[in-house]
């Protein structure tokens, strides 16, 4: 990736003299792996892109992925389907969440979370975010009445004191579904994430920690769930095709009551996604010393609050927050400006209006709440940042020299 020092003073009042820029995209993520790109080939070349659509004897890309997944998250069982939306909607379907129930969620997450609970019909009850930007756990336990049902998300890869929390669940008999689409890879206490709730959820979205466009995962060790989740997805009376699904008489106890809700994964995508699992672990090292990088240039920043990892959690850095506690709106909006002057393109969760991915709790108005002034005031300084593996190491310092250099200005100006 390559770096220019231009002079800014051509093009921004705001920058004088010499300054760094960053030239690189935000948005690349690498490409498909070769062996990725073959197999995908021979399904095209094959045709039999349907999952159940299998020559005589052949197993199918996708039973394969699912089998492999399984392994390596160490479920019994995974379903592999359209997207991660899916697969948690798929999860609370399977748990037996309805319309007109409540289920817990994060207050601070994506959108794919409640639009999941409102695709049955169900209503969020939104639990607060702390300064680590995971979920505040004495929200948590003042809820825990409200609902049978917490859809957790690991949002931006930041796990929670994971026993406090089940500690929590496991007294008020709640059901912990984890949307981990951004911890593919993660792990808690050496336990993967997605493996401490009943259900775990992940995403293969281009975004996220493995990419075949669109598509998903779930994982369970619970044989009922399991197979009302391969019946939800649309495995007509197939299910004995899956290699990581529980044995037919399971089926048997739920076939008839089960609809069929299509969301299958394809051989397509399932072939471009079976050689980036085997390259997981590496892609989340050179993730982490990426993020590292960074995080090492952001901290020390005056003004900048960088967030603190729980010491049990080995997360995976595909990308980075950092607060911006107390600042007038108008000033991180400076800040901003100021970083996309130099090339970098950062989000920012407390903006009036919600723009590309970063609404709140309370731009999700389908669904009704109550203020939190506490994780407001949290929400409103969070900045974030995505960090595609194309970035080099040096593409990271230089990244956080200008974000530090930009954040000082503001801030000296502020005070
Ligand atoms: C936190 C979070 N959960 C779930 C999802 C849903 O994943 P998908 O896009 O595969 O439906 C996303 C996707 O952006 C996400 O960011």
Redesign the pocket.
Known sequence: MSTTPIDATAHTPHIRGMSEVFTGSFTQQEPIPEDGIEAALAVLRHGRLHRYNVASGELSETALLEQEFAALTGAKYALAVA??????ATALRACGVKAGDKVLSNAF?????PG?IASLGAEPVFVGVTENLTIDLDDLQAKTGQARVLLL????GHICDMDRLMAICDAAGIVVIE?C??TMGASYNGVASGRHGVIG?Y???T??HVNSG???FLVTDDPLLAARAVMLSGSYMLYERHLAAPSPDVFEQIKYDTPNISGRMDNLRAAILRPQLQQLDAQCAAWNVRYDTLEDGLRGTPGLQVIEREPAAHAVGSSIQFLLLDWAGDSIAEVLRRCAQRGVDLKWFGAQEPTA?TSRYDSWRYAPSTPMPASDRILSGIVDMRVPLTFSLDDCALIARIIRAEVGAVFQNQA
């Open positions: 997207s991660g939306g899916y697969a948690m997450t994506l959108a794919p979370v999941a998300s690991h949002m931006r949307d689409a951004h959820c995403s293969c979205q975004y996220k669109e598509g998903g991915f």
